[in-house]
């Protein structure tokens, strides 16, 4: 584990060194603060009206945890970083949520994508939904593929204590996503995929997201 911890750390080095040019554009406001107005969303099996499952309250997106679902952006996006804050306000029991990144297909109730895993104790790892691929997956000989392949996050969990808010930075580059939560590198996934709409989950647990922004990159 610490081995690929240090690999991780010399990829993400050689990866800000790639980009030492590119020049950052003016920051955009994913979540304005006030409303939703500018997202999309999915509710498993059209079970209940959206506004039961995500709403703002206090500058703060509340999501309910079930029923199961997303939220995610009107636009797609490529080659930026991602920032936002999440915590668990009634503890951390069955605490799970994700952060969806380069959706092509948000599809009810999993889109075709790749999950930043906020689950307790995974908070890092990648999920490929809904038949998405990471070059990182690595399957055991002679087993089918999962239906959710997961490539670990590396190093202990460094999610703060329920009620506490947590930071989330993830860049995006050419199909490379390098996530780090709370300023500790956890993961490097790459994606066919260069762009696509950004969510958020609802699963299971109630989570709330804030200051949600995105840079772009030229």
């Not at 980009?19 to 939703?36: H, M, P, R, W, Y």
């Not at 906020?118 to 999962?146: C, I, S, T, W």
Request: charged share 20%; hydrophobic share 35%.
């Amino acid at each position: 584990m610490k081995k690929r911890l240090i690999s991780l750390a010399a990829i993400a080095v050689a990866l800000l060194c790639s980009g030492s040019e590119v020049v950052a554009q003016k920051t955009i406001k994913l979540f304005n603060g006030k409303d939703l107005s500018n997202w999309n969303f999915v509710v498993d099996k059209n079970s209940v009206p959206a506004d039961q499952v995500y709403s703002v309250k206090d500058g703060i997106i509340n999501i309910t945890g079930q029923p199961f679902g997303y939220m995610y952006t009107k636009e797609k996006y490529g080659d930026y970083k991602l920032h936002l804050e999440y915590r668990w306000p009634n503890g951390k029991e069955k605490a799970n949520s994700g952060i969806f990144l380069l959706i092509t297909d948000p599809t009810n109730p999993f889109p075709n994508g790749i999950e930043c895993n906020l689950m307790l104790d995974n908070a890092g790892d990648f999920v490929a939904l809904n038949g998405a691929d990471l070059a990182e997956y690595q399957g055991k000989p002679g087993e089918p593929r999962p239906m959710f392949p997961v490539v670990k996050k590396s190093g202990e969990d460094t999610e703060k204590p329920a009620g506490e808010w947590n930071e989330v930075n993830i860049f995006v580059k050419n199909g490379v996503i390098t996530v780090y939560v709370n300023g500790a590198l956890k993961n490097i996934g790459t994606s066919n995929q260069k762009s696509g709409y950004i969510g958020l989950q609802s699963e299971g647990k109630e989570v709330q997201f804030r200051n949600v922004t995105l840079t772009p990159w030229e």
